[in-house]
Protein backbone atom coordinates (compact mmCIF):
# COMPACT_ATOMS: atom_id res chain seq x y z
CA UNK A 1 0.00 0.00 0.00
CA UNK A 2 1.11 3.56 -1.69
CA UNK A 3 1.87 5.74 1.85
CA UNK A 4 2.20 9.50 1.49
CA UNK A 5 3.74 12.40 4.07
CA UNK A 6 2.47 15.70 3.58
CA UNK A 7 4.13 18.82 4.50
CA UNK A 8 4.16 22.74 4.25
CA UNK A 9 1.38 23.87 5.11
CA UNK A 10 0.01 26.83 7.63
CA UNK A 11 -0.91 30.69 8.08
CA UNK A 12 -0.22 33.06 5.77
CA UNK A 13 -1.46 36.30 5.11
CA UNK A 14 -3.47 37.22 1.83
CA UNK A 15 -1.13 37.39 -1.28
CA UNK A 16 1.64 35.25 0.19
CA UNK A 17 2.83 32.20 -0.09
CA UNK A 18 3.18 28.88 0.73
CA UNK A 19 4.85 25.65 -0.65
CA UNK A 20 3.35 22.10 -0.25
CA UNK A 21 5.07 18.78 -0.53
CA UNK A 22 4.48 15.03 -0.44
CA UNK A 23 6.43 12.22 -1.31
CA UNK A 24 4.72 8.65 -1.51
CA UNK A 25 6.60 5.33 -1.19
CA UNK A 26 6.28 2.58 -3.74
CA UNK A 27 5.42 2.62 -7.70
CA UNK A 28 2.96 5.08 -8.52
CA UNK A 29 1.97 7.26 -11.53
CA UNK A 30 -0.49 10.19 -11.44
CA UNK A 31 -0.14 12.68 -8.12
CA UNK A 32 -2.19 15.77 -7.37
CA UNK A 33 -3.55 17.54 -4.72
CA UNK A 34 -7.53 17.88 -3.52
CA UNK A 35 -9.02 20.56 -1.21
CA UNK A 36 -11.59 20.63 1.12
CA UNK A 37 -12.68 23.79 2.99
CA UNK A 38 -15.48 23.79 5.88
CA UNK A 39 -18.93 23.23 4.94
CA UNK A 40 -17.63 22.16 1.24
CA UNK A 41 -17.03 19.41 -0.68
CA UNK A 42 -13.98 18.40 -1.42
CA UNK A 43 -12.09 19.99 -4.75
CA UNK A 44 -9.61 19.14 -7.51
CA UNK A 45 -6.36 21.62 -7.33
CA UNK A 46 -4.50 20.31 -9.37
CA UNK A 47 -2.84 17.17 -11.15
CA UNK A 48 -0.01 15.91 -12.88
CA UNK A 49 0.88 12.84 -14.74
CA UNK A 50 3.96 10.40 -14.80
CA UNK A 51 4.83 12.27 -17.84
CA UNK A 52 4.42 15.62 -16.48
CA UNK A 53 0.87 16.75 -17.89
CA UNK A 54 -0.36 19.36 -15.80
CA UNK A 55 -3.92 19.95 -15.13
CA UNK A 56 -6.23 23.08 -12.64
CA UNK A 57 -8.84 24.21 -11.40
CA UNK A 58 -9.67 27.70 -12.54
CA UNK A 59 -10.35 29.12 -9.87
CA UNK A 60 -6.14 28.77 -9.05
CA UNK A 61 -4.76 28.76 -12.84
CA UNK A 62 -2.05 31.58 -12.76
CA UNK A 63 -1.47 31.07 -9.01
CA UNK A 64 -0.86 27.37 -8.09
CA UNK A 65 1.99 25.53 -10.10
CA UNK A 66 2.17 21.64 -9.33
CA UNK A 67 5.14 19.82 -10.33
CA UNK A 68 6.95 16.56 -9.11
CA UNK A 69 10.04 14.86 -8.97
CA UNK A 70 10.01 11.71 -10.05
CA UNK A 71 13.50 10.37 -8.43
CA UNK A 72 11.73 11.55 -5.32
CA UNK A 73 8.24 10.53 -5.91
CA UNK A 74 7.63 13.60 -4.53
CA UNK A 75 4.75 16.49 -6.13
CA UNK A 76 4.91 19.78 -5.02
CA UNK A 77 2.50 22.62 -5.17
CA UNK A 78 3.07 26.70 -4.85
CA UNK A 79 1.07 28.64 -4.43
CA UNK A 80 1.37 32.09 -4.88
CA UNK A 81 -1.00 35.25 -4.17
CA UNK A 82 -3.12 33.42 -1.65
CA UNK A 83 -6.27 34.45 -1.30
CA UNK A 84 -8.80 33.62 2.05
CA UNK A 85 -11.03 31.37 -0.47
CA UNK A 86 -8.01 28.98 -0.51
CA UNK A 87 -8.29 28.19 3.29
CA UNK A 88 -8.93 24.22 3.72
CA UNK A 89 -7.22 21.29 4.55
CA UNK A 90 -5.09 20.11 1.53
CA UNK A 91 -5.06 16.64 0.55
CA UNK A 92 -2.04 15.02 -1.71
CA UNK A 93 -3.04 11.61 -3.66
CA UNK A 94 -1.51 8.98 -5.96
CA UNK A 95 -2.60 6.83 -8.48
CA UNK A 96 -0.81 3.06 -8.37
CA UNK A 97 -1.88 -0.71 -9.41
CA UNK A 98 -2.73 -3.34 -7.20
CA UNK A 99 -1.01 -7.06 -7.78
CA UNK A 100 -4.67 -7.76 -9.30
CA UNK A 101 -3.81 -4.96 -12.18
CA UNK A 102 -6.91 -2.69 -10.36
CA UNK A 103 -5.91 0.76 -10.06
CA UNK A 104 -5.93 2.38 -6.60
CA UNK A 105 -5.84 5.88 -5.10
CA UNK A 106 -3.91 6.51 -1.57
CA UNK A 107 -4.27 9.99 0.15
CA UNK A 108 -2.27 12.07 2.44
CA UNK A 109 -3.51 12.80 5.79
CA UNK A 110 -3.87 16.55 4.67
CA UNK A 111 -2.34 19.78 5.74
CA UNK A 112 -4.21 22.52 6.63
CA UNK A 113 -3.89 25.97 4.75
CA UNK A 114 -4.90 29.17 6.36
CA UNK A 115 -4.94 32.14 4.66
CA UNK A 116 -6.16 35.41 6.49
CA UNK A 117 -7.80 39.26 5.11
Known amino acids: QVQLVESGGGLVQAGGSLRLSCTASGSIYNMGWYRQAPGKQRELVAG???????NYADSVTGRFTISRDNAKNTVYLQMNSLKPEDTAIYHC??????????????WGQGTQVTVSS
Open 93 to 106: HADSQEESGLPVRS
Open 48 to 54: ITNGGTT
